[in-house]
């Protein structure tokens, strides 16, 4: 009589609750996903194994029929499947890891023979069902497979409850770097609250003292300032917690603070935006453009008497978003080891970028040959689709710019 060997399964299953990205079924579709994935898998070995049964008759000149083939083949693969997930079980209630047990060893020999006897009683059961012409005799059939399959059997036992401690341990190895990925998302989320934070009170305090300023040399200035102030908080407070709004937004934001500042320094400070309108839904850091502008005109304009021109450039290309900011000013003061002065504002904001986008973004701080200071930053472009489509007044800032230039 020719033996049908059973097999092995070593399918390697996903953590427990983890499921691909951008998946919408629910947890029991998976779950029968998951139970059609492992019986295709049982089946398509069992076919196999049926094909190399019916074969190998053949080629012994004792050829058996496909159709009883692959019925005593998938009948054996289907038990051990049953069996196979009660091997798992014992493994992950008894495992053979550090700090070793003599305990667990005793227990897996035991259930390893009880494993091997369970097996060669279902599989006479089932044969008994499913060829109900042979003569079946469930004594004499058990006897004749324990003395062919019993010691087979301890071998495939053992084989399941290592492929059971490797899943558990790849199951904990992901488990380990989801937590890790969590963990990290998390200190990054907290890094910048913190630096956000620290960046809004920097500049509430360094607008408080423009106001202090014009207190007494210009109260009417002072009294506008205050509005533009409120004006400033208000949209300052609409947009706590992001992240990331987009430009057309960040535009918005940094307006108010401009007139703030021209009603300081009158016409000594001018204005140019050169603004692709394919820019404006893109999604720039929040507060992006003010520590660059507040920077630009502290060091840059206010020091020079005739004041100075600042110009805001955005622009898209090859997938990535390029906002510049350039001013006519004294030009970037270098210490003597070559290094430059960045203070809290653009020291803050290139830790924002490092912690937003990585590798994935570029920031320079220049001298440009015309003069004064560039400060450029290049993004990954992404764009808010659903973003409200408004006009800002470019182009009024623009032309009050070109008129005082003139």
Known sequence: MILEPPGIELALAPPHGVYPSGTMLPPSAHRWRKVLWVLGLWTFIGLTSAGQFYYSSLALETPVPWSRAWRAAL?????????????????????????????????????????????????????????????????????????RRFYGNLTYYWTFVIAAHALHWYQRLREREIRAAELEAQLARTQLAALKSQLEPHFLFNTLNTIAELVHDDPNAAEQTLTRLSELLRLSLKSTGEQEVSLEEEIAFIEPYLEIQRLRMGSRLAVCWQIEPSALPARVPNLLLQPIIENAIRHGIAPLPAGGTITVIARCGNGRLTVAVRDTGVGLTLRPDGSVNQGVGLSNLKTRLDCLYGTRHQFSLRNPPQGGCEVSVCLPLQTNWHAITLTPPIADIGSEAEARRQ
């Open 75 to 147: 009948s054996d693969w289907y038990i051990l499947a049953v069996l196979y997930f009660g091997a798992a079980y014992v493994s992950h209630r008894f495992p053979l890891e550090r700090p070793f047990r003599f305990g667990h060893l005793a227990i897996h020999l035991g259930c390893s023979g009880l494993f091997s006897v369970t097996h060669l009683a279902a599989y006479v059961s089932v044969r008994a069902v499913v060829f109900p012409k042979d003569h079946f005799a469930f004594v004499e059939s058990f006897n004749w497979w324990f003395a």
